[in-house]
């Protein structure tokens, strides 16, 4: 079992599902893509542990490039989600289904994820998950509202979609990601 335990373990299995195998697709802003980690997102790191090498130079070439997201193991890329996404959005703290639900959106768009869960919950959308989105969280869940909040969520996401330029591209790739993270949800 992964640090993150048995919602994460869940939750970053979806993703690798969802995102399929390597990529790199020109019209994806993204670069260059594999467990859905991305060039874009590879490059924006830089090297974090100081010990003098990006952390994404897989090769040790001295650079960042598409040769090392197509060189990156499978756990290299796990070992990211737990820490950057899924523990700095605080993923393990929220109800199980909206923190899966929020993984998945973080991974596949970014911070717009978490202000979007907030704008689901009623709370003021800073995209930090913070105390009040937990608590939030945790009322909605006293209240056996968290599956309406995970459709308002989903939905919210679906919208941010449709606003992207890339939609026509994507769009269809990306709800089918909503309806399946809908039911990964569903089953836990």
């Known amino acids: 079992m992964s640090p993150g335990g048995g919602d994460f373990d869940r939750a970053v299995a979806l993703v690798l599902e969802l995102e399929g195998g390597p ?8 670069g260059a893509t594999r467990f859905g980690v991305s060039l874009r997102y590879a490059l924006s790191v830089g090297d974090r542990d100081r010990d003098g090498w990006a952390d994404f130079d897989v090769d040790r070439d001295g650079d960042v490039d598409a040769a090392d997201i197509r060189a990156l193991p499978r756990e290299r890329a796990v070992a990211e989600y737990e820490r950057a996404f899924w523990s700095a959005h605080r993923c393990g703290e929220l109800p199980s289904r909206l923190g899966v639900a929020l993984f998945d959106g973080v991974v596949n768009m970014g911070r717009p994820a978490a202000r979007l869960l907030q704008e689901a919950l009623g709370v003021e959308p800073d995209g930090q998950v913070g105390p009040l989105t937990l608590a939030a969280a945790r009322r909605a869940e006293r ?19 449709a606003w992207l330029s890339t939609f026509p591209r994507f769009g269809r790739g990306w709800m089918r990601r909503l309806f399946a993270v809908h039911r990964a949800c569903l089953r836990l």
């Not at 599956?147 to 989903?154: E, T």
């Open 23 to 30: 990529s790199d697709d020109p019209a994806d802003p993204g």
């Open 143 to 161: 209240e056996a509202r968290v599956l309406d909040v995970l459709g308002d969520y989903l939905a919210r996401r679906a919208v941010f979609y």
